[in-house]
């Protein structure tokens, strides 16, 4: 499985940004899958998740209320649309399953917010 996070890039904090991950073969779009950051020197963690259905999803508590991720299971891709920025977001953002699969790491899609 080849997987490719795009949408990051360098924002003001209070700004807005969508991620896009897009996975080939159809194990994203039977498997729940999330978001997923790791800032320098920090341990990576789970931003969000959202079943194969689509219908449950879950977030890092201090993204809540700020992050919105969704997934489109015909195109397997999965997005993740982050409003109200914080420097504190600032971080290379991963897709994979959930939990993950080491095989499906890809290079990541760095989010920088300034402040």
């Known amino acids: 499985v080849h997987v490719v996070e795009s949408g990051g890039g360098l924002v003001q904090a209070g700004g807005s940004l969508r991620l896009t991950c897009t996975a080939s073969g159809n194990d994203f779009s039977i498997n729940a899958v999330g978001w997923y950051r790791q800032a320098p020197g920090k341990q990576r963690e789970t931003v969000a998740s959202i079943a194969r259905s689509g219908t449950r999803t879950g977030y890092l508590d201090s993204v809540k209320g700020r992050f919105t991720i969704s997934r489109d299971n015909a195109k397997n891709t999965i997005y993740l649309q982050m409003n109200s920025l914080k420097p504190e977001d600032t971080a290379v953002y991963y897709c994979?399953?959930?939990?993950?699969?080491?095989?499906?790491w890809g290079q990541g899609t760095q989010v920088s917010v300034s402040s």
């Open positions: 994979n399953t959930v939990p993950y699969d080491r095989r499906y």
